[in-house]
């Protein structure tokens, strides 16, 4: 189209032609004033070589050359004229030819906008029934993304509850750990004194026999009374020995129950 824009218009043809015409005649008219002053020239020379002999052929042959010059320029504005007349038919041609481009551009352009509003209505009927389709998939991604955010919120839950058992079940074991800690803290004591009361069992045993051998020996009221002070004693030293193995009973149990729990 950028082209087409460049053509010359009828106006600039009229005026080029115009111009043409006119250079044309202002070339023609100065053809004749050059021949017509050639030939009264020509017959005044004539005239001179016919008076003035040698001198005058000389005369003769400079006015051979001019007019051989001005022959040759007539010569070469004959050629300008013919080849203005030939760009004048080019231009005439260039235009009617440009006319009838713009006009198959035109058609062409109309052919391609049908074409392309053929294809659109092609390409937009397939494009429907390809966003109707995409936008069921989205629809349904958007329902499986909802169900698996419910799902997350409840496994978050479900980690959340396990996370804090844990949390209570280590605090359990923690508890456990220190109170099975103190239990033997307190096994060790009475470990301490088991011994100290096996060490009392065995003097209780010597005491019993001393006091079996005071018994035969002395039958007498006055050894009574210190035989009655040795048997609290050895009463005294049994009831604390039986209290001390009670409570050793009572911690072998727990010591137990904490074993078995898991």
């Given amino acids: 189209m950028s082209d087409l824009s460049m053509k010359p218009s009828r106006e600039d043809v009229a005026h080029r032609e115009q111009s043409v015409k006119k250079t044309a005649a202002r070339r023609g008219s100065d053809g004749g004033g050059s021949r017509s002053a050639l030939t009264f020239v020509s017959v005044v020379l004539v005239l001179v070589v016919a008076i003035g002999g040698g001198g005058g052929w000389y005369l003769w042959q400079q006015v051979q050359q001019v007019t051989a010059k001005l022959d040759s320029s007539n010569d070469a504005l004959s050629d300008s004229e013919s080849?203005?007349?030939?760009?004048?038919?080019?231009?005439?041609?260039?235009?009617?030819?440009?006319?009838?481009?713009?006009?198959?551009?035109?058609?062409?352009?109309?052919?391609?906008?049908?074409?392309i509003r053929k294809l659109w209505?092609?390409?937009?009927?397939?494009?429907?029934?390809?966003?109707?389709?995409?936008?069921?998939?989205?629809?349904?991604?958007?329902?499986?993304?909802?169900?698996?955010?419910?799902?997350?919120?409840?496994?978050?839950?479900?980690?959340?509850?396990?996370?804090?058992?844990?949390?209570?079940?280590?605090?359990e074991l923690d508890?456990?750990?220190?109170?099975?800690?103190?239990?033997q803290g307190e096994i060790l004591v009475l470990t301490d004194q088991i011994a100290s009361l096996q060490v009392e069992n065995e003097m209780l045993k010597s005491m019993a026999v001393e006091q079996e051998k005071l018994l035969q020996t002395f039958k007498s009221g006055q050894y009574q009374q210190q035989m009655v002070d040795l048997e609290q004693a050895v009463n005294a030293i049994d009831a604390h020995r039986r209290q001390v193995n009670s409570r050793l009973d009572q911690l072998d149990k727990e010591l137990g129950a904490l074993y078995k729990k898991p």
């Fill in 121 to 171: 209505d092609v390409s937009n009927k397939r494009n429907k029934k390809a966003i109707k389709i995409n936008k069921d998939k989205i629809a349904s991604l958007g329902v499986g993304v909802k169900k698996q955010k419910t799902q997350l919120g409840k496994q978050g839950k479900a980690a959340a509850a396990l996370t804090l058992n844990v949390a209570q079940l280590q605090d």
């Fill in 175 to 183: 508890s456990r750990v220190k109170k099975q800690s103190a239990l």
């Fill in 83 to 115: 080849a203005l007349g030939t760009l004048k038919v080019e231009l005439e041609d260039r235009q009617r030819s440009s006319s009838k481009t713009e006009g198959e551009v035109s058609a062409d352009i109309n052919l391609i906008r049908s074409e």
